[in-house]
């Protein structure tokens, strides 16, 4: 079946620092990917999405590239800042799939100090 | 626009007791989702319903059950809560139109069974 695996937090960086999370996934079919962003005490937002091969997804100074031949979504920004201390999802879409339902990864813990 | 409401934000249970969690969008949205979401799992679909009048089990529907009561609202019932099910509860909503498989989720509803 369709999964989404992402690198194991917590990470923890320096205000400046670039930040790479690892997202790759086992779809059949063309999925979209999507980078879900959840702040401590909220609900989760999308941060940004990618829905075919090649496409880059960008919001808020972070990027992400749908990777076909890797299976890969890694989502980086070249500068990170204390706001951005969040948990981020990785999630999948399949139009093949049950009514475009989202399969999410674990999460990533991200905590930027100053 | 409010987006996704749900109530309550919080509530403890006894184990035995019932009680229904309540989700409302204003965004004239298809389909409806609610997930549970738990330290190191990521999240996982309880249930969902794509359109008005049709729901569907997702990953992890034992213990729960819904209620599709129009296009805005859609319940989650725990007939006789059990301390696995404290978790953090989250509805989300989408579309439903063709080549759109954004979810805009809510703010949670943190359940605590003892």
């Known amino acids: 079946g369709n999964s989404v695996t992402q690198m194991e937090g917590p990470v923890t960086l320096s205000e400046e620092a670039f930040l790479t999370i690892n997202c790759t996934y086992t779809?059949?079919?063309?999925?979209?990917l999507f980078w879900y962003v959840q702040y401590p005490g909220e609900g989760l937002q999308l941060l940004l999405k990618?829905?075919?091969?090649?496409d880059k997804g960008s919001n808020k100074g972070f990027e992400a590239t749908y990777r076909k031949e890797t299976t890969s979504f890694h989502l980086e920004k070249g500068s990170v800042q204390v706001s951005d201390s969040a948990v981020y999802f990785c999630?999948?879409?399949?139009?093949?799939?049950?009514?475009?339902?989202?399969?999410f990864g674990k999460g990533t813990k991200l905590s930027v100090k100053p | 626009n409010a987006g996704v409401t749900q109530t309550p934000k919080f509530q403890v249970l006894k184990t035995g007791q019932s009680m229904t969690l309540q989700c409302a969008q204003d965004?004239?949205?298809?389909?409806m989702y609610w997930y549970r979401q738990d330290p190191g799992m990521g999240l996982r679909l309880i249930y969902y319903?794509?359109?008005?009048?049709?729901?569907d089990k997702g990953e992890v529907p034992n213990g729960y059950n819904v209620s599709r009561l129009n296009k805005r609202e859609f319940s989650l019932r725990l007939e006789s809560a059990a301390p696995s099910q404290t978790s953090v509860y989250f509805c989300?909503?989408?579309?439903?139109?063709?080549?759109?498989?954004?979810?805009?989720f809510g703010p949670g509803t943190r359940l605590t069974v003892l």
């Open positions: 965004m004239n949205h298809n389909s």
């Open positions: 999630a999948l879409s399949d139009y093949g799939g049950s009514q475009g339902n989202l399969i």
């Open positions: 779809a059949t079919g063309y999925p979209s």
């Open positions: 989300a909503s989408r579309p439903g139109t063709s080549g759109n498989n954004e979810q805009f």
């Open positions: 990618a829905t075919k091969a090649d």
């Open positions: 319903s794509a359109s008005e009048g049709t729901t």
